[in-house]
């Protein structure tokens, strides 16, 4: 008998290993790339978007432009976006429609992409094609055998353009977010129908089952046979949860598992075990012969209920961009030049004007504003003045005032006065409109701290099935008895209970709160890696005219020799600086002016060390010097056994002159001026000019990164306590085993928490005096300014930059005595970049980096972007990936 036991629980043991290996062989292997086709010079494939992505992986050649057509045949949210993280880029996905999505030609590389909740994925590769047994990485229509993928009936819809991030216009977020918020209406509305049905038909089954479960007799004999709980449960199983199977089951076949293809796999065991129990008892050990039916229903319900309160609660994430967009007026005054010409008395009359829908609106149209009205579209004042409340752009409550040839911007609201404006931008050119494109960009790439659960996510589901096998195997094989029962139950409760969502989610939701709610105080950050590093600035460099000063010119310049010398202090200049030097963060200040003039300006805001006499060229050099310095002393203390509290170096500019140094800084802080909003060369642009934008820039960095930690955390957490315990880790301890609807229970409500703390974000106080807490400051950074020697004098240091020869931003101090090296060495790409005399005199072909300016000598090696069929060469790969930010603002440079 006992041998018997053991030969049966060894060869238990040999299939629970054999199905371990095809597990992993069907999830890991290396899938084929699907190669496109290549017609009229464009590389095409298209992606059916059924509970996956189909095929997942495609190959594509180099240098040639991509369009990928995404057939969605399904509805709901998990993958209503198509994110390009690496890209910038995320096209929303009608339900049951085809979206094009267009890419530019694209280096060599392999380039994800994945759901709007980051749980389905696919791969485009890019690159050599021999893997994949093509030849030119592409095969014509007819080898393919594809023809034309669109059919005539569907509705398409077509993103993208020039450049990845280009691609994703204001028009686009804002159309996006209309169809989202429709469709989420949708989804919301069927499943709060299925979860009533589930409810109304599991409510029985699960009532009477437990009552007699605990009182034995209570209840009567047919209110608990079997056949009629199957009766009640199968509608539940296949029309309720038909949501769940059409999504998990295709997501398995595609080798792209999620948390639908768990619950899925849960559920059918314990319904098929139980229509077991039902058809053919006998067959079933002594002890065994007890239906599931209400764990069935019960699971799939709280499953429901879970995406109902998920769907719900995301809407919170980003509503501060949703409300962004149901700012703009939907219609507008329109007035002629005959009527304004006449007079206040004749424009202002309700019978002279004519009321449009604001999207017919043009360039050149002339509208007339009352006091009390939003501003329908960008423009300047022709006639009349007012006080205009701009809060909901730059993130400033003050009204400003505006009067004749002042600047307007959509959406804001004139409190007091009417005027006659003249309409300069319309549509996706507004500044409302590059809000949401900016914000919408910046949602769609990952923070770097997401890295890790990515990686688990992708293998999460496949280790949890192979979890789910030894559990069962293992209670099969050496549990007590009755074994089946406590094997079904256990491995059922780990495929219910596991919850990869909840990391797929973690950063994503808090990234997308935080971005609304920066755009809300008009702080714009350009993505998600910013927004992570932000808090780890730990020197802010400031030009000096037009961003800590006014950028004010002096009465008696010359139009060929402008001087500030007069030039007065920003408000808030002066508490931006005070809160950063509180934190123990270095403030530096570079000037053309005087050392004289540029020393009182830096004493009068409390600047540490201000760089005087630098030329318009010699900005992104002095980053460069700062940053040399700051890693030279991080080895010297890594060398010697110390810890270097030495951080990013933060470049803050006024315009297009500071793109350079915007670019070589670790992190590029632009200064908006209202309708110069697409500073897309920096990281982070401050709306309303006012500096204090660095603080609070720095304080929603930490509050997300706060935020997104206790996601984790919960997420890890969740995952790495609750599958030891739905596998029964306790039983010897307590004879207690999880039940699958409290697995499914629990597993309903891991995501919803996640939603739920991401929401906490809206609401956070982003304060602007100063960093860390309210009562004074942040204690690290006390530490940080003792350690760096800063003091609390408003005297600063001076250094005169008297170089007379400087050929590049990065070249030789010919005659300044300082001591760094002329080479410019990037982290991202240590390779000489500049024309050194050895190529000159080898006659090496060189380019100018259009970004930073410096000379870059071109080779195979060389970092390169193609741009309207023109090649670009680049110092390093983040000017390279500025350019792409916004290349028109570069080359006109």
Known sequence: MVFDKVVIGAGILVVAALLTWLILWFFFSRQKGTAGTLENGVQAATVTVKGGYSPSVITMAPGTPIELTFDRQETGECTSHVVFSDLGLDAMLPGNQVTHVKLPPLAPGEYPFACGMNMVHGLLRVGSPEADGSADGTQSASESGSGDPVSSTSAVKSVGAATPTAGYSAADAIRNEEQEAVERCHEIKDTTRLFVIALVLTLPVFLTSMTNMLVMGLIPMWMVNPWLQALLITPVMFYCGWPIHRVGWPALVHRSPDMNSLVALGATAAYLYSLVVCVAPGIMPEGSREPYFESVGVVIALVLLGRLLEAKAREGTGQA??????????????????????????WENLANLREVATDDLAQGNLLVIKAGERIPTDGVVLAGSGQVDESMITGESKPVSRGEGQPLTGATILLKGNLVMRVTQVGGDTVLSQIVSLVARAQATKAPVQQLADRIARIFVPVVMVIAV??????????????????????????????PCALGLATPLSVTAATGLGASKGVLVTSAKALERARNIRTVVFDKTGT?????????SRLDSPSYEGDPVKEGSAEAVVALRRAGIRTVMLSGDKAEVAARIASEVGIDTVIAQVRPDGKAYWIKRLQD????????????????????????????????????ADLGIAIGTGTDVAMQSADVTLMSGDLRGVVRIINLSRATMRNIGENLMWAFGYNVIGIPLAAGLLYPLTGWLLSPMIAGLAMALSSLCLVLNANRLRHAEIRQDSIGHPGGGDESG???????????????????????????????????????????????????MN???????????????????????????????????????????????NFMKAPEVFLSK
């Open 321 to 346: 961009v949703q409300s962004l967009i149901k700012l703009r007026p939907r219609k507008a005054l329109l007035v002629d030049e005959e009527t304004v010409a006449k007079g206040p008395q004749a």
């Open 470 to 499: 030894w559990t069962f195997a293992i209670w099969m094989a050496f549990g007590p008895q009755p074994a089946l029962a406590h094997a079904v139950i256990t491995a059922v409760s780990v495929l219910i209970i596991a919850c």
């Open 548 to 556: 800590i000063t006014r950028g004010v010119i002096d009465a008696d």
């Open 629 to 664: 310095e700051r890693d030279a002393q991080a080895k010297a203390q890594s060398s010697s056994g110390r810890r270097g509290s030495q951080g990013l170096i933060a470049m803050v500019g006024d315009g297009i002159n500071d793109a350079p140094a915007l670019a070589q």
């Open 782 to 832: 006390s530490k940080a300014a003792s350690q760096s020697g800063l003091v609390a004098g408003n005297e600063p240091q001076v250094i005169v930059d008297d170089r007379s020869d400087l050929v590049t931003p990065n070249g030789a101090a010919s005659q300044s005595g300082m001591t760094g090296s002329n080479t410019h060495h990037n982290k991202e790409n240590p390779m000489d």
């Open 835 to 881: 024309m050194s005399d050895k190529a000159a005199a080898k006659g090496a072909a060189t380019a100018t980096d259009p970004v930073c300016g410096m000379s870059v000598t071109v080779n195979d090696e060389a970092i390169n972007r193609e741009y309207q069929g023109k090649t670009y060469y680049f110092c390093g790969e983040r000017c390279a990936e």
